[in-house]
């Protein structure tokens, strides 16, 4: 079964990258996580993550490279 994000879309790691780069920017390290992970499993790759979870991992690299 698809896990969907909240904007509707597919929890996969390419919608994953784009919400990161909108969100912290293309230079992120929470950015940058997401990618080599795409390079790594795939654009369509699923994410079973709960969405709240794993924003919070992605919002904690972020601010914790601001420091």
Known sequence: MQTMLSTGEPSTLGNWYKLCKGIFGEESKATLFIKEKM????????????????????GKMHLNEQE
């Not at 499993?41 to 969405?51: F, L, R, S």
């Open 39 to 58: 390079d790594e499993e795939g654009e369509g790759a699923n994410v079973v993550a709960e969405e709240s979870q794993l924003l919070t991992i992605l």
